[in-house]
C-alpha cells in the first residue's frame, strides 16, 4: 500500500474523483493534501469532509508572507481543531524570486511554527534556495516533520536528520540529473516519505503530475537499492502513518 504525502488538488486542475479513482487503482490508496493560501486551505477541509481516504495538512506558503492576516492565523487553529488535519504546512522560507520580504516569512513561518508547537502537530516545511535561515530557525524548535520536495545534497540532508526531520522525496528523484539518487542511496528509507507535489514535478515528462505517480517513484526507489516494490512501499507508507500519526 502507498501513500501520496503531499498533493494539491485544486479544481480547476483536476477532475478529482477520477484522480483519486486512479490513485487507488494504483494502489496509493491514501491521500495528505496540502495548503498553501487561505483558497487552498477551504478546500482541504472540503476535501477531507468528502473523502474517507484524504487527510490535510493547513498552512500558509511563504509566497503568502505579505497578505496574510491576523484572521488567517486564527482561521488555521480553527482547521486544527479537525481530527484529520495531521500538520501545518507547507510552511518556510523561499528566496528563490529575492529577498524582499524576507522579514514578513520569517516572522510568519515563526508564527505558524509557534502554532505547530502549541498542538504537538508535524511540520510540513517548504524551502527554496533558504537553507541556512531554514535550519537555523527550525534547530531552536522542538518540533518534526518534513522538509517537502526535498532536493539538496547529502550534507544538507544529514543536516535536516539530525534535527529528526523526515525527507519528501518526490518525482524529482527519476529525474535523469538528479543527485537525490546518492543521496537515497547514502541514507536509505529509515526517514524517507513519498510525495508527489501534484500538480507539479511529475515523473513522466511533459504530463500533469498526479497522486497515481507514487506508485512510479516507490518502482524507481525499489530499483535504486535493489529492494523490493513491496519492501519499499511498506517502509515509506509506515514512515507516513508514523509522522502524520494517521490512524488506517
Known amino acids: 500500500m502507498l501513500i501520496d504525502s503531499h498533493c494539491h488538488l485544486v479544481n480547476e486542475d483536476y477532475n478529482i474523483d477520477a ?3 486512479r490513485s487507488i ?3 496509493v490508496k491514501y491521500l495528505i493534501v496540502g495548503g498553501s493560501e487561505r483558497e487552498d486551505n477551504k478546500l482541504n477541509m472540503k476535501l477531507i469532509s468528502e473523502y474517507k481516504n484524504i487527510y ?3 498552512g500558509f506558503h511563504p509566497s503568502m508572507a505579505l497578505d496574510v492576516s491576523d484572521q488567517d492565523y486564527i482561521d488555521l487553529e480553527e482547521y486544527i481543531k479537525n481530527e484529520k488535519v ?6 518556510g522560507l523561499d528566496y528563490h524570486y529575492g529577498k524582499d520580504d524576507v522579514d514578513a516569512q520569517k516572522k510568519m513561518f515563526i508564527r505558524q511554527l509557534d502554532i505547530a508547537k502549541k498542538h504537538n502537530l508535524p511540520v510540513v516545511i517548504h524551502t527554496r534556495d533558504a537553507f541556512l535561515d531554514t535550519y537555523n530557525i527550525l534547530k531552536e524548535y522542538d518540533l518534526f516533520g518534513v522538509i517537502h520536495c526535498f532536493s539538496g545534497s547529502l550534507e544538507v540532508a544529514k543536516k535536516y536528520l539530525d534535527l529528526g526531520y523526515y525527507l519528501g522525496i518526490g518525482g524529482v528523484i527519476t529525474f535523469k540529473n538528479s543527485k537525490l539518487k546518492d543521496v537515497i542511496k547514502e541514507i536509505g528509507l529509515d526517514r524517507v516519505i513519498f510525495e508527489t507535489d501534484s500538480p507539479y514535478l511529475s515523473p513522466i515528462r511533459g504530463e500533469k503530475n498526479e497522486p497515481a505517480n507514487v506508485k512510479i517513484i516507490c518502482n524507481f526507489v525499489s530499483e535504486l537499492l ?5 519492501k519499499v512501499a511498506d517502509i515509506t507508507f509506515n514512515n507516513t502513518i508514523k509522522l502524520f500519526n494517521i490512524r488506517i
Open 56 to 58: 490535510a495538512s493547513v
Open 86 to 91: 495531521v500538520a501545518i504546512g507547507e510552511i
Open 19 to 21: 484522480v483519486i479513482n
Open 226 to 230: 535493489d529492494l523490493s516494490v513491496d
Open 25 to 27: 487503482n494504483s494502489g
